[in-house]
């Protein structure tokens, strides 16, 4: 009782905060008003002092604002049978006689003005009224959420009542490792997934309402794999985030609207199901569909063009065709870019390390995802939660994109994590006035593993130590590997602008030269001009020097080869070669300190008909979890090594449990299986259960 109490209390100070402020920014406009237009006066024939002017100014002000406020609904309900164009032009003259209104009220008896002029003087001071309470509910939640609650509650009357059954969502705060949300709850940063596990407040301990569990990637520990995985149930062929494919001669990325939908279209193949929302299901803000008809910011349709199917960007225009939405996150996008600029300055001036260049445009990709992207996905899942609809998954890239550069466990991303928590707040507070009750399900795609970039320890890429191996000209300086985060794909796509990368063409422009591509701490290396996988052999015979100087390197780990005597071998440092039959946990060989399941993951790769000729894993320190990644990230994932490998799921009690004790959640296609369970329990409108195939099962 005393929090809700103490809850009221703040919104009571906040919003006579908001008219205080309102009514003093009113109240210099109009001085400024006056200083400029001759008609208009705020004092006496024979002079008053600046205070008496200053008064005078106020009250007038305060008169016309709570004119506005108490005549001006009562106007537009008598005016309802006006045609519109009538009554937008009516609009002016109304606020008008308001303010001479307001003027003769005004107990000084001073002030006057030329009708013609108030007209002017009413729209100016209403405009800047409306900007600075816009400006003033920025940062207001409450305010923002009864606003999209209002005008999605005005299009719910028509609508028929809601189920009984719950509905769910799914909120995936993408690239949260499961340890980086335990360490936030600790610190007091998330308090409302805090108060979801029981961990209780100044009010008290609580009742835990939800459980939270660790689950482990694939090898591939990316939002590619992992999204397609909890959406459509499968990551077979996805081998890294960006691979080269020998039998198209493309080289596909995950992030690329044409590779996104092709992937989804493999996968969809392969299970035989449309995905995880085929039935009265929302896609917000996630790389593939999940077979939803109601889809918005979704990578995977972002190519379609001139179509009524390509709603791709419909949430943005959906989001900012209302001003106040607009005000809000055009505010707040400035301030995040402002923000940035300034804990990059600091970290440079302070000579923070390790630290990766975070110029150019990224300030304003980083406000897109922390703010721009934010909001229309929550404004998206909250109109879902007011539709009723059976499930939603939405992805917030925020903690991704600001890890990759600041790194995992920076304040920096300490500071996003608690915005994030605000919006789960936000979005349970809305799933309280649905037509049907709702489970929320939070969950990551993988985590971050910290450590500084390979090029800056050893000053050349993963690329010129290639070239070096197999004898060809190496650059003297290093050239940068451009990051491949979600949200800079995100802001190509709403733009409609081709996702491609610098020095990143869909063809390779040299056959006779291998491809190199990164995906965080994960190298792959294929050669163009030969159209199988190559053997160890192989690789050998054509460039003897290859192999040992990858492999004996100090900042990588081990590698994948497959070998014509042992089928898939792993090659370390000192000559170490073992077939990959021969490890598991027990028994690891290079693959010891990174972690369980490391052989199991690497076997699968190796099984993928599109796995490079040579896979590499950077070093990994398993005292500190550092890797070294290939890109240009001080925050990175996509390979094995630290926490990029263990991100969490945070489910409801309601929901039965996600595995039995004793057991790990292992893999995408698990979490998806788990995801389609507890859809079934609801006992509402479900997707398919159809007995799943054999090349999955194997």
């Known amino acids: 009782m005393r929090g809700v109490l103490k809850g009221r209390w703040r919104r009571i100070v906040s919003q006579v905060g908001r008219s205080v402020t309102v009514w003093a920014v009113s109240t210099v406009t109009m001085l400024v008003l006056a200083g400029i237009l001759p008609d208009f006066q705020l004092q006496s024939a024979d002079g008053d002092s600046a205070t008496t002017i200053a008064v005078t100014a106020a009250l007038a002000a305060g008169a016309f604002g709570l004119l506005s406020a108490v005549v001006w609904p009562l106007l537009?309900?008598?005016?309802?049978?006006?045609?519109?164009?009538?009554?937008?032009?009516?609009?002016?003259?109304?606020?008008?006689?308001?303010?001479?209104?307001?003027?003769?009220?005004?107990?000084?008896?001073?002030?006057?003005?030329?009708?013609?002029?108030?007209?002017?003087?009413?729209?100016?001071?209403?405009?800047?009224?409306?900007?600075?309470?816009?400006?003033?509910?920025?940062?207001?939640?409450?305010?923002?959420r009864r606003r999209l609650y209002r005008l999605a509650d005005r299009r719910r009357r028509a609508l028929p009542p809601g189920p009984v059954t719950p509905g769910t969502v799914f909120v995936q705060l993408d690239g949260v490792g499961h340890d980086v949300l335990t360490?936030?709850?600790?610190?007091?940063?998330?308090?409302?997934?805090?108060?979801?596990?029981?961990?209780?407040?100044?009010?008290?301990?609580?009742?835990?309402?939800?459980?939270?569990?660790?689950?482990?990637?694939?090898?591939?520990?990316?939002?590619?794999?992992?999204?397609?995985?909890?959406?459509?149930?499968?990551?077979?062929?996805?081998?890294?985030?960006?691979?080269?494919?020998?039998?198209?001669?493309?080289?596909?990325?995950?992030?690329?609207?044409?590779?996104?939908?092709?992937?989804?279209?493999?996968?969809?193949?392969?299970?035989?199901?449309?995905?995880?929302?085929?039935?009265?299901?929302?896609?917000r803000g996630n790389l593939f569909s999940g077979g939803a008809d109601e889809q918005a910011l979704v990578l995977s349709i972002a190519t379609r063009r001139r179509s009524r199917e390509n709603r791709s960007r419909a949430g943005y225009f959906a989001y900012f065709s209302d001003p106040a939405n607009a005000v809000r996150t055009a505010l707040s996008f400035v301030a995040e870019a402002g923000r940035e600029i300034g804990q990059s300055t600091r970290a440079r001036l302070h000579k923070v390390r390790p630290r990766v260049s975070r110029g150019g445009l990224y300030p304003f990709v980083r406000a897109f995802a922390t703010v721009v992207e934010r909001d229309v996905v929550v404004a998206a899942v909250m109109g879902d939660l007011l539709a009723g609809r059976t499930a939603v998954y939405a992805d917030l890239v925020a903690y991704d994109e600001v890890a990759h550069h600041s790194g995992p466990m920076s304040r920096d991303a300490e500071k996003v994590l608690g915005r994030l928590d605000r919006a789960l707040?936000?979005?349970?507070?809305?799933?309280?006035?649905?037509?049907?009750?709702?489970?929320?399900?939070?969950?990551?795609?993988?985590?971050?593993?910290?450590?500084?970039?390979?090029?800056?320890?050893?000053?050349?890429?993963?690329?010129?130590?290639?070239?070096?191996?197999?004898?060809?000209?190496?650059?003297?300086?290093?050239?940068?590997?451009?990051?491949?985060?979600?949200?800079?794909?995100?802001?190509?796509?709403?733009?409609?602008r081709p996702v491609e990368e610098e020095h990143e063409q869909a063809r390779?422009?040299?056959?006779?030269?291998?491809?190199?591509?990164?995906?965080?701490?994960?190298?792959?290396?294929?050669?163009?001009?030969?159209h199988h996988r190559m053997s160890k052999e192989e690789?050998?015979?054509?460039?003897?020097?290859?192999?040992?100087?990858?492999?004996?390197?100090?900042?990588?780990?081990?590698?994948?080869?497959?070998?014509?005597?042992?089928?898939?071998?792993?090659?370390?440092?000192?000559?170490?070669?073992?077939?990959?039959?021969r490890l598991d946990d027990e028994h690891p060989g290079p693959l010891a300190g990174f972690g369980p399941g490391a052989a199991q993951a690497v076997r699968r790769t190796h099984?993928?008909?599109?796995?490079?000729?040579?896979?590499?894993?950077?070093?990994?320190?398993?005292?500190?979890?550092?890797?070294?990644?290939?890109?240009?990230?001080?925050?990175?994932?996509?390979?094995?090594?630290?926490?990029?490998?263990?991100?969490?799921?945070?489910?409801?009690?309601?929901?039965?449990?996600?595995?039995d004790d004793g057991e790990d959640l292992v893999g995408a296609e698990q979490v998806h299986r788990?995801?389609?369970?507890?859809?079934?329990?609801?006992?509402?409108?479900?997707?398919?259960v159809e007995a799943e195939p054999e090349e999955r099962a194997a």
């Open 76 to 144: 537009v309900r008598l005016l309802l049978l006006v045609p519109a164009l009538v009554l937008g032009l009516l609009v002016f003259f109304l606020n008008g006689a308001l303010l001479l209104v307001a003027l003769r009220l005004n107990p000084a008896e001073r002030g006057a003005v030329n009708p013609e002029t108030a007209v002017v003087v009413a729209a100016v001071m209403s405009a800047v009224a409306s900007a600075t309470g816009a400006a003033l509910a920025v940062r207001d939640d409450d305010a923002y």
């Open 539 to 581: 690789i050998d015979a054509r460039h003897p020097a290859l192999l040992p100087t990858l492999a004996n390197h100090p900042g990588i780990g081990f590698l994948l080869v497959r070998s014509e005597e042992h089928g898939g071998v792993v090659l370390g440092a000192n000559g170490a070669e073992v077939p990959l039959d």
């Open 607 to 659: 099984s993928f008909p599109h796995t490079a000729d040579i896979m590499v894993n950077s070093f990994h320190d398993p005292a500190d979890g550092e890797v070294l990644a290939f890109e240009e990230q001080i925050g990175s994932h996509g390979g094995l090594g630290g926490a990029q490998a263990k991100p969490f799921l945070l489910s409801p009690l309601a929901c039965s449990a996600p595995v």
């Open 674 to 688: 788990v995801l389609r369970r507890w859809l079934r329990e609801t006992a509402g409108p479900q997707v398919p």
């Open 183 to 283: 360490a936030a709850v600790g610190k007091g940063l998330m308090p409302t997934v805090a108060r979801w596990l029981g961990y209780g407040s100044a009010d008290g301990p609580g009742n835990p309402t939800h459980r939270l569990t660790p689950w482990r990637t694939d090898w591939s520990s990316q939002t590619g794999a992992s999204q397609l995985g909890i959406l459509h149930g499968s990551t077979f062929d996805i081998p890294a985030f960006r691979w080269y494919e020998k039998d198209t001669q493309e080289v596909m990325v995950s992030n690329r609207p044409t590779s996104a939908a092709e992937l989804q279209r493999r996968a969809v193949e392969r299970t035989g199901d449309g995905g995880l929302l085929t039935v009265d299901g929302a896609s």
């Open 508 to 530: 390779p422009a040299r056959r006779s030269e291998p491809i190199v591509l990164a995906s965080g701490n994960l190298g792959l290396i294929s050669f163009p001009d030969v």
């Open 425 to 496: 707040a936000l979005i349970e507070k809305v799933a309280e006035h649905a037509p049907r009750p709702y489970r929320i399900v939070v969950l990551s795609d993988h985590g971050q593993s910290p450590g500084e970039t390979f090029r800056a320890r050893y000053g050349l890429t993963l690329g010129d130590l290639v070239r070096a191996g197999c004898g060809l000209p190496v650059p003297r300086r290093a050239r940068r590997t451009r990051s491949g985060a979600e949200a800079r794909a995100a802001v190509r796509a709403a733009l409609h």
